[in-house]
Structures are given as C-alpha cells and as structure tokens.
C-alpha cells in the first residue's frame, strides 16, 4: 500500500493516529470515530471474506468451517479493539448456534450479542465505559430490537432512510463527544455504514 494508504488503515484498524490530510479530515468528520471505533469496517471486510468463501467452496458448510478458522485466526489482531472483538464474538457464537449443540436451543440474535457482551465485560470490566463498545454494541442491539420493525416497511427507500436514521442517533451524540463538534456533512457521509 502507499504510504497514505497505509496510515489511514492503521488508523481504522488499530488506532494509530498521525497528521495526513486524510487521517485529518476523517478525525475533523468524525468518520474516523465512527468507522474505527464500532468495528462496521472489520464486519464488513468479513462479510467480503465469508463471500469469496461461499463461492470458493463447494458447500455452505464448508465455507462455514473455513469461515470459522479465518475468525480464530483474526481474534488476536481483535483484541486492542472492543468493535472488532464484538464482530468476532458474534461470528463465532453465530457459527456455534448454527452448526453445532453447544446452546440447549437456537439462540436468538439479541441472545448472541448479549453472550458476546458479558464475554468482553468478564475479561475487561472497564470496556464499558470505551466509545468503542457502546457505539458498536448500541448499533447492533438497536437493529435487534428495531430490526423486525424494518422488516414491515415495504418501500426499500424507506427502509433505508429509517435504517439511516437509527444509526444516526446513536452515531451523532457519541461523535459530538468525541470531537465537541458537529460536522455537517457527517450524516451524508456515513451513510456508507447504514
């Protein structure tokens, strides 16, 4: 990668700050924040691997099982961030509630990132009060709780502009604090992450 290229992934994936015009004016965004600190980036490359592995195998659940190596694999490069660890966690609890009798019964999706939850507060208690962990785990319960309700709107469009919405009132107090400003583009922006 160059080397502006490589500072601003450093900077999405684990933190690494720095003073490039780019870095700048994510951070002045608060897009920086956003896509840095829930771990919307790390599911999504995710969502990229998990589908050139559905094309590449022969069956779902083979490309499940390598799915699943993958996530091992990327679990420690997680750990500095509580958005990543949170994707990770609900992969892996997903891959267990789907293809093996670990849980009594199917788990449901709130049920999954509650498990992931408690795990991350178990081993740093402390993790609660990161920007990080109530952005990523407020987004994900909202769409769980709120995800059925979608569900009925008919209109594709509207969907994503009640979707859009969501988002953008848990993203925008968080992000004021972060910064102490709004950015008026902000909202335009990252409706990439909706």
């Keep these: 990668f160059s080397e502006e290229t490589s500072s601003l992934l ?8 720095d003073d490039s015009e780019t870095i700048s004016a994510l951070r002045e965004m608060n897009l920086l924040f956003l896509w840095s600190s829930s771990g919307l980036l790390a599911g ?3 969502d990229g691997i998990q589908a050139i592995l559905r094309k590449a195998c022969d069956t779902d659940k083979k490309a499940d099982s390598w799915f699943l190596v ?3 694999c990327f679990l420690p490069l997680g750990l500095r961030k509580v958005g990543v660890t949170r994707v990770l ?6 891959y267990l509630n789907n293809h093996t009798k670990l849980f009594p019964r199917k788990l449901i999706s709130i049920e999954i ?4 939850g408690l795990i991350i507060l178990l081993v740093s208690p402390y993790q609660v009060f990161q920007k990080g962990f109530l952005l990523g785990f407020g987004i ?11 569900e009925r709107i008919e209109n594709k469009k509207a969907r994503r502009i009640a979707s859009f ?14 910064t102490g ?7 335009v922006f990252s409706v990439l992450t909706a």
């Design 44 to 46: 999504r490359i995710l």
């Design 10 to 17: 450093r900077s999405l994936l684990f933190s690494n700050q």
């Design 181 to 187: 400003r709004l950015h008026l583009l902000t909202p």
């Design 140 to 150: 994900s319960l909202a769409f769980s709780l709120f995800g059925k309700v979608f």
């Design 70 to 72: 993958v996530l091992v």
């Design 113 to 116: 990132l509650c498990l992931s």
């Design 89 to 94: 966690l609900v992969r892996v609890f997903r």
């Design 165 to 178: 919405g969501l988002v953008q009132a848990i993203v925008l107090p968080l992000a004021m604090n972060e």
